[in-house]
C-alpha cells in the first residue's frame, strides 16, 4: 500500500453507466475503508474540523474507522450532521475537508467523504439508528422546507428536545436532495428516503403538501398553530435565463424542470406519467454542477450532449468529480462559448443554438477573468434542445406574504447569523445565500437551530 | 391522502369532484389553483379551484378528460383519494385584494367558455357575496356540454348562455354573443375570461377593439407549481411571466397567446401515446405510431 496514495474507490465504468441511472461510485467495503482511514495521521489540530462547514469531528470517526468501530464512527458523526450519507456523496470536499488535509500537501489527502459516505452506508445495512432526544422541553419550531437546510435544523432542534414539524410544497421531502440531484449521484430509495426516516426517527413530523405563504402564512403558523419559533429553509426559486431569442420555444428548458421531471416524477421509468422531452442533441448551458446533472441525465436517456459554457476549464464552478465523470461518460465540453440565440422552426420546436466563442480578458468583480466575445466567431450548433442552467433567484412567496421579513436587491432573505428581520423567525440556506451547495445549506441549518435554541432559551 | 366526498360527470368528458383538502379550504380566494398528483406514479396536474366550503374543509375540481392521466382521474370515486393534494397556488384575483371601494363600483363581465366555466363560478359568487352582480356568458359546443348553468343562476346578475352550434340558448361562440350585448348597449368596465385559450384570445382581441381591460387565467403545463421549475412561463408585456406565482391571472391584452399556444403542444406526442395506452390497455398493440407495436 501507498500511504500517500488513496485507496481507489470502484465505480461503474463509464460506458455502461453512461446508458443507466444507476449510482456511478460504488464506495468503499470494510476493509477499503479501514485501509483508507489507517492513513490519516490523526493531527492535534485537525484542519479538516475546520474545513468543514459542519465541523465534523473527523479525526475521530476516521480512527474508529481504523478500529473496526463502525457503529461508533457514524454516532461521531452523527453530533454534527443528520446527512451523512447525502454529505459523503454531493460535498465538495476538495476544497472543504479534504482541501486543507496534512496528507494532502505531499500526497493524496485523506478519502474523508468516501469515508463518511461508508460509515453512514453501513449504519443504515446494518440497522443503526440516531441518538434521540431524552425528553421534550414543551417548545413547538416549524421549519419550512425539508432540503438540507430544513433537515439539518429540524434534526438539532429534536436533539435538544424541541417538538419539530417540517413543511414541504413538495409530494415528497428532500428538497434539492430528491428533486435536483440525480439518482446516479444519489440515490433515492437507498440514501435520501433513509436518511429523511433518519431525521423523523428523531421526532421530526414532515407535512408535504404545505406550501408556505399560500396553504398558510409564517404569521398563521405562529399566531393560530402555536410555533414559538420558525426557520426558513425554503430553497432557491425561479429559474434563471438568458433573455436571447427563442428561449421561449419548445425544447427550451431550465435545469430544474428537466431535473424535476427526471427525479422527482420518475420520467426515466416507463410506469411514471410525467413525460419528458429527452433530447436527441441537447446543449446545456452552464458550468455548474446543476448543468453537469442536467447533461449526465440528458446523456442517459439517449442524448448526445453538448456542456456550453462561457469561461474555461479552469473556471467551471461544477466538482471536479462531477466534470471529471461527465467527460468520461462522453459529454462534450464547449468551452469559451456563449449562446446568443435559439434558432427554432416554424412550429415552435428548437433546431439549434447560435454561438460566438469568447476569450478571458481582465478579472471581474468575481475575481475570475471576464469573457469576452471574440468578433466574427459564430457559429451554430445544431440542437433540438436546450437545457439553461445558469441559476436560480430566490422563490418569492415567503418574503411577499410576511410582514417584516426584509429581504435584499437580488430578493434574498437577509439573515445574520441565521436570525431574520422578523422575531422568531431564522432562516437559512439558498432562500438566504441564492444558489449554493447542500453542505453549505446544512451549516445554516445548524447556524438556524443554534439560533432559535438561544432565542427560545432566553424567553 | 386526500378524500374524495362526490364525484359526479356534469358532461360527457367532464367531471367533477370534492376532495377534502382542509388546510387549502381555510385560505383559498377565487382565482387561485391546486395540484392534484393521484398515486405515486402520476403526474401533478394542476386545476384552478372552482368551488370551497371553508366548514366543511371542500375544494371543488372539475376536470375535463383530455389525456391519459386525467381519464384515469375520471376513474376515481367517492370514498377514493388523491394521494397528494397542494394549494392554494397562484394569486387570487385581482378583487380579492383591490380596495373594495372601487371593485363594488365597477361592472363586471364574466365570459367562460367550456370547461372555464367551472373556475368562474367561485369569482361571480364571492362577487355576489358582497353584493356585487356580475354579467356572465357561458359559452359550450352544444347543449349538452353547458355546465353548471343553475349553479350560476343563483350568483350571477344576467345570465347569458350561448353554445356553437344553437342547440341551446343563444347562437355562436361567446364572441358573438359578446358583441351582440355590446350592440345593444351593455357596458361593463372589466371583463374576465376563463375558457380554451384559442377563445380567450380572441375574446382578448375583441375587447381591445372594444376598450374593455380584460384578465384571463392562464392555464399552462406546470411542473411544481411553486415558483421552481419555470415550465409555466409566459410572455406578458414583452417580459416573461411565470404563471404559478406571477398568476395565473394576467392582463389578457398583454398576454402573447400564439407563443403561450404553442408551448401547449410540446406533450401532444407523449399525451396522444399514453392516452391511447390508458384507454386500451393490455389490449393496444400499435396504431399511434410511436410506441412501435405496428412494426
Known sequence: ?459 | MYPIRRAEWLAENIFLMDVEAPRIAKYCEPGQFIIAKMDEKAERIPLTICNYDREKGLITIVVQVVGASTLRMSRLQAGDAFMDFVGPLGRPSDFVTEPFEEVKNRKYLFVAGGLGTAPVYPQVKWLHEHGIEADVIIGARNKDLVIMEEEFQAVAGNLYVTTDDGSYGRSGMVTKCLQDLYDEGKRWDVCVCIGPMIMMKFVCKLTKELGIPTIVSMNPIMVDGTGMCGACRLVVDGKVKFACVDGPEFDGHLVDFDQAMKRQTIYKTFEGQAMLKAKEGDTHHGGCGQCGGDK
Not at chain 1, 151 to 164: F, I, P, R, S
Not at chain 1, 165 to 173: C, Y
Request: charged residues 25%; contains cysteine.
Open chain 1, 1 to 459: 500500500m501507498d500511504v500517500m496514495k488513496k485507496v481507489p474507490v470502484r465505480e461503474q465504468d463509464p460506458q455502461v453507466r453512461a446508458h443507466n441511472f444507476d449510482e456511478v461510485c460504488l464506495g468503499y467495503n470494510e476493509q477499503e475503508a479501514m485501509e483508507e482511514a489507517s492513513r490519516c495521521i490523526n493531527c492535534k489540530n485537525a484542519r479538516c474540523i475546520q474545513g468543514c462547514p459542519v465541523n465534523i469531528n473527523i479525526p475521530a470517526f476516521v480512527h474508529e474507522v481504523k478500529e473496526g468501530n463502525f457503529e461508533k464512527a457514524f454516532h461521531i458523526i452523527g453530533e454534527s450532521s443528520a446527512l451523512p450519507a447525502v454529505c459523503g456523496r454531493v460535498c465538495p470536499q476538495e476544497t472543504q475537508c479534504e482541501g486543507v488535509c496534512i496528507r494532502g500537501i505531499k500526497g493524496e489527502a485523506i478519502s474523508i467523504g468516501k469515508l463518511e459516505r461508508f460509515v453512514a452506508d453501513y449504519a443504515r445495512e446494518h440497522g443503526v439508528e440516531p441518538e434521540k432526544a431524552d425528553h421534550l422541553n414543551g417548545k413547538k419550531v416549524a421549519v419550512i422546507g425539508a432540503g438540507p437546510a430544513g433537515l439539518t435544523c429540524a434534526g438539532d432542534l429534536a436533539k435538544l428536545g424541541y417538538e419539530v414539524t417540517i413543511f414541504e410544497a413538495l409530494h415528497e421531502p428532500g428538497g434539492v436532495l430528491t428533486y435536483g440531484i440525480p439518482e446516479f449521484r444519489l440515490p433515492k430509495k437507498r440514501v435520501v428516503e433513509p436518511e429523511v426516516e433518519n431525521v423523523k426517527k428523531l421526532g421530526v413530523k414532515i407535512e408535504c403538501n404545505v406550501v408556505i405563504g399560500k396553504s398558510i402564512t409564517i404569521d398563521q403558523l405562529m399566531e393560530d398553530e402555536g410555533f414559538d419559533a420558525i426557520f426558513v429553509g425554503s430553497g432557491a426559486g425561479l429559474p434563471k435565463f438568458m433573455g436571447i431569442p427563442g428561449e421561449q420555444a419548445n425544447g427550451v428548458f431550465s435545469a430544474n424542470e428537466y431535473l424535476t421531471r427526471n427525479n422527482l416524477m420518475k420520467a426515466f421509468l416507463d410506469d411514471y406519467d410525467t413525460p419528458i422531452n429527452a433530447g436527441k442533441k441537447v446543449v446545456v448551458v452552464g458550468g455548474g454542477n446543476v448543468a453537469m446533472d442536467a447533461a449526465r441525465t440528458a446523456l442517459r436517456l439517449g442524448a448526445e450532449v453538448h456542456i456550453v459554457y462561457r469561461r474555461s476549464e479552469a473556471e467551471l464552478p461544477a466538482r471536479a468529480e462531477e466534470v471529471h465523470h461527465a467527460k468520461e461518460e462522453g459529454v462534450i465540453f464547449d468551452l469559451l462559448t456563449n449562446p446568443t440565440e435559439i434558432l427554432v422552426d416554424e412550429k415552435g420546436l428548437v433546431t439549434g443554438c447560435k454561438v460566438v466563442k469568447m476569450e478571458l480578458g481582465e478579472p471581474d468583480a468575481s475575481g475570475r477573468r471576464r469573457p469576452v466575445v471574440i468578433p466574427g466567431s459564430e457559429t451554430t450548433i445544431e440542437c433540438d434542445t436546450v437545457i439553461m442552467s445558469l441559476g436560480t433567484s430566490p422563490n418569492p412567496l415567503i418574503a411577499s406574504t410576511t410582514e417584516g421579513l426584509e429581504t435584499n436587491k437580488w430578493g434574498c432573505l437577509v439573515a445574520e447569523e441565521g436570525k431574520t428581520t422578523k422575531d422568531g423567525v431564522y432562516a437559512g440556506g439558498d432562500a438566504v445565500t441564492g444558489a449554493a451547495t447542500v453542505i453549505l445549506a446544512m451549516e445554516a441549518g445548524k447556524l438556524g437551530a443554534k439560533g432559535i435554541h438561544e432565542y427560545l432559551s432566553a424567553k
